[in-house]
């Protein structure tokens, strides 16, 4: 059974950077690929960045391209997000996922190809 367990987030200036991690504790991935989401307080959850499990093809959000390097360790079932550049808008709980595909079908939502989902970890950018 998939088990996502996120960690790494806190408090940080903008400016400064923050790497998460998302371990599969059951260690039974088996989806296509896994991804970061995020929500902010009072608006709805947003995608951040995925990679292909087996391939490690990244795609980012328009959100955080630019600013953030998203990767995997197959072998201990880690994804990892590190992030640069942090700004006060990126303060959100972010959330890691398993995905069926890389991206939604044309028309279709993340939540639509979301097979797991994590507890969330919280970031908090200052001022």
């Known amino acids: 059974q998939v088990q996502l367990v996120e960690s790494g987030g806190g408090l940080v200036q903008a400016g400064g950077s923050l790497r998460l991690s998302c371990v599969d504790s059951?260690?039974?991935?088996?989806?296509?690929?896994m991804g970061w989401f995020r929500q902010a307080p009072g608006k709805e959850r947003e995608f951040v960045a995925a990679?292909?499990?087996?391939?490690?093809?990244?795609y980012y959000g328009d959100s955080v391209k630019g600013r953030s390097h998203i990767s995997r360790d197959t072998a201990s079932y880690t994804l990892y997000l590190q992030m640069f550049n942090l700004k006060p808008d990126d303060t959100a709980v972010y959330y890691c996922?398993?995905?069926?595909?890389?991206?939604?079908?044309?028309?279709?939502?993340?939540?639509?190809?979301?097979?797991?989902w994590g507890q969330g970890t919280q970031v908090t950018v200052s001022s």
């Open positions: 996922g398993t995905l069926k595909a890389l991206m939604p079908a044309p028309g279709g939502s993340y939540e639509d190809i979301v097979d797991n």
């Open positions: 059951g260690r039974a991935l088996r989806s296509y690929a």
């Open positions: 990679i292909s499990w087996i391939g490690g093809l990244p």
